[in-house]
């Protein structure tokens, strides 16, 4: 997997993923209506992929991969590497693992050297140079590679200025912008065959019932109360009137392959 990385700062985040995790998101059969377990096994088997993870945080998604779904090619795009590549030793994959500092914009990747492209809340912080940042994973791509996003969306404004006026302390940086309609209308011009997972109707209530943001190590009537809470939206966000009210979605399909000259193909395999 290459992780390219976006700035943060972790902490004491730097730990291995613990045992309880990696049960829960290697399950034969995931929760669709959990969204961390739903895009964990939209992409089936990762075994022999070549996986591309832009803005790959401290690299969890990426040791996680290594370690649940038994990856061995990963790279990961990363603007502060040191904290990536202590969890992945920690994690013991790093042999599995090349991590790239660099903005999307600027790294230089062979043509066609993905099978899956994968990313954790990182194009809302690329909203001014999407199309270009796409066309960059495009290219990257192999053809028919699936790409996988989640993502904070809005699909009403009216709900969002209420979110907004609650008493709730974000973790929101200056550069980013939810996803709204019009950037699901450039990124399908990529993905023809774009499929949205809404979630996350009640996502500001249940975010602090986990004690520490832990669901894994919380009591079992907490992990209860998540349960309930996301079964209970599951169903009314499958339905487009209340899909416009999620307020985070799993994007997944597959890129178009561009022709010779950067020009796109039509046809979808």
Request: hydrophobic share 40%.
């Amino acid at each position: 997997m290459i992780a390219i990385r976006k700035q943060t700062c972790w902490g004491g985040l730097l730990r291995a993923i613990d045992p309880l995790t990696l049960q829960r998101y290697s399950a034969s059969f995931p929760r669709r209506r959990l969204q961390e377990e739903f895009r964990f096994h939209v992409p089936k088997n990762l075994r022999g992929k070549h996986v591309l993870d832009i803005g790959c945080g401290d690299g969890h998604n990426s040791a996680f991969s290594g370690k649940a779904r038994r990856q061995s090619n990963q790279h990961c795009l990363t603007q502060s590497i040191d904290p990536a590549h202590k969890k992945a030793e920690i994690n013991k994959v790093r042999d599995a693992t090349r991590f790239i500092c660099s903005p999307v914009e600027e790294v230089e990747i062979p043509a066609h050297s993905f099978d899956v492209i994968w990313g954790d809340a990182i194009l809302h912080h690329l909203i001014e140079n999407l199309e270009f940042a796409l066309s960059r994973l495009t290219l990257w791509a192999k053809p028919g590679a699936l790409m996988l996003f989640s993502e904070p969306v809005n699909f009403n404004n009216a709900l969002r200025r209420i979110r907004f006026a609650l008493p709730v302390k974000t973790d929101a940086t200056p550069d980013e912008c939810s996803l709204e309609p019009a950037e699901l209308t450039l990124i399908r011009r990529f993905v023809p065959d774009l499929r949205v997972r809404c979630y996350s109707l009640f996502g500001r209530f249940s975010r602090f019932i986990p004690i520490n943001y832990n669901y894994e190590r919380s009591s079992l009537w907490r992990r209860m109360i998540v349960n309930a809470l996301a079964s209970f939206e599951y169903a009314p966000l499958s339905l487009p009137f209340f899909q416009n009210l999620a307020g985070y979605a799993v994007f997944y399909g597959h890129l178009r392959h561009p022709g010779p000259a950067g020009n796109f193909n039509h046809d979808v395999n």
